[in-house]
């Protein structure tokens, strides 16, 4: 009898002690949040559409979306709904590289659900102001820099506390290797940030990434696929971050606890997946502020904890141009009508999207293309594992 129980005991711990392995639960986070967000998902549109939340389209913006006017919009609160009751479900709650990304991506995404909530309200594109926008953007992005500077490089809270005591004690204090700049395609090569040159790096790639990806969402699905992609890539630098055989391997820093972050943008990919189900061509719902702005500040996050900022620049190329697109634009005609009186544009429009549309692209066209070209820089960046 008791050998029976000893048995039964021995194949009960047996089988969940399989769900310690990150893979297994990577797995379950995305099927998880897919799931969930496709069974969330038609009711998160009834609901937003009984309520009247839709979308305001800009009248200065293509003349084919004015149709879109009234579409559901704060689609973006499923993908944060589903993110967040996947990660407290199937990640680690001790480990602190998963509160900071849940705090970071929640916090940005209230910044944008007030800005959408505004938008609605008033029944314009505007929302509120780009200065209050970007001061709670950089509160949360500073916040976040303040306490990554110590906490990457260390092996737990306790660690990285010593380390901020030491460099309030020592003015000559130099962060540990796992601080410093990884530059991709070379083994032995990264750049010594130091304290503040790492907090004003992840200052910018965590404010910068929630601009672009908010700057992108302007077609149905152009904003959403790029992040799975993204997402997918920075859960593969996560796991490799966090094992100690594999980083050294693959000449990465070894980061404890960054392996988490893998369930983190897992949850990302299937929460994304499902949600590109409604927002696909024509679009039954769009993300809203309330979501590109959440999504874009959380792959700057696991960037930064898998000192992977160059390479998500890489990655997320399309997010780039697109922002230096609005950037171009904007300084070119400002310069021109300060030097000639008239304002000129080098784009027919911007962002980049709407210049192709101007230029006789389909919108599905548009969209498809650059989901093509985030697929090849992803491949780019996913080489850098190796190629070294």
């Known amino acids: 009898m008791l050998l029976h129980i000893s048995s039964w005991l021995s194949e009960y711990i047996s089988f969940f002690s399989v769900f310690n392995y990150i893979t297994l639960r990577a797995v379950l986070a995305t099927l998880t949040s897919l799931f969930a967000g496709l069974i969330l998902g038609p009711l998160m549109i009834r609901y937003l559409s009984s309520i009247k939340f839709g979308q305001s389209v800009r009248k200065d913006g293509p003349q084919s979306h004015l149709e879109k006017t009234g579409t559901p919009t704060m689609g973006g609160a499923l993908i944060l709904v589903c993110l967040g009751v996947?990660?407290?479900?199937?990640?680690?709650?001790?480990?602190?590289?998963?509160?900071?990304?849940?705090?970071?991506?929640?916090?940005?995404?209230?910044?944008?659900?007030?800005?959408?909530?505004?938008?609605?309200?008033?029944?314009?594109?505007?929302?509120?102001?780009?200065?209050?926008?970007?001061?709670?953007?950089?509160?949360?992005?500073?916040?976040?820099?303040?306490?990554?500077?110590?906490?990457?490089?260390?092996?737990?809270?306790?660690?990285?506390?010593?380390?901020?005591?030491?460099?309030?004690?020592?003015?000559?204090?130099?962060?540990?290797?796992?601080?410093?700049?990884?530059?991709?395609?070379?083994?032995?090569?990264?750049?010594?940030?130091?304290?503040?040159?790492?907090?004003?790096?992840?200052?910018?790639?965590?404010?910068?990434t929630s601009n672009a990806v908010n700057l992108t969402d302007g077609l149905d699905g152009l904003a959403i696929m790029p992040t799975v992609l993204v997402a997918s890539a920075l859960g593969v630098f996560a796991y490799v971050s966090g094992n100690v055989l594999f980083s050294k391997y693959l000449f990465l820093p070894y980061i404890p606890g960054a392996g988490e972050l893998t369930i983190f943008c897992a949850a990302i990919v299937g929460s994304g997946l499902a949600f590109l189900w409604f927002n696909t061509y024509p679009a039954q719902v769009f993300m809203g502020d309330v979501g590109a702005l959440a999504l874009g500040g959380a792959l700057g996050v696991v960037a930064i904890v898998v000192r992977q900022e160059i390479v998500l620049f890489i990655m997320g190329g399309v997010f780039v141009i697109e922002t230096l697109s609005v950037m171009l634009q904007v300084t070119y005609f400002k310069y021109t009508k300060r030097r000639f009186g008239v304002g000129k544009r080098i784009l027919k429009m911007a962002p980049l999207h709407h210049h192709f549309e101007e230029t006789g692209w389909k919108e599905t066209q548009v969209v498809i293309r650059f989901w093509i070209i985030t697929m090849i820089l992803v491949l780019v960046g996913l080489a850098t594992l190796k190629v070294r």
């Not at 990884?182 to 790639?205: C, E, Q």
């Open 86 to 208: 996947t990660t407290l479900l199937w990640a680690d709650l001790s480990n602190r590289f998963i509160w900071v990304a849940l705090l970071v991506t929640l916090s940005l995404g209230f910044v944008g659900f007030i800005d959408d909530l505004k938008k609605i309200s008033e029944g314009s594109s505007s929302g509120i102001s780009a200065r209050l926008k970007f001061f709670l953007q950089s509160i949360i992005g500073f916040a976040a820099a303040v306490y990554l500077v110590f906490s990457v490089p260390a092996a737990s809270n306790m660690d990285a506390w010593i380390l901020f005591k030491n460099w309030l004690n020592d003015s000559s204090f130099i962060l540990p290797p796992q601080g410093n700049l990884i530059v991709p395609f070379f083994k032995d090569f990264s750049l010594t940030l130091g304290v503040i040159g790492f907090v004003i790096l992840s200052y910018f790639v965590i404010v910068g």
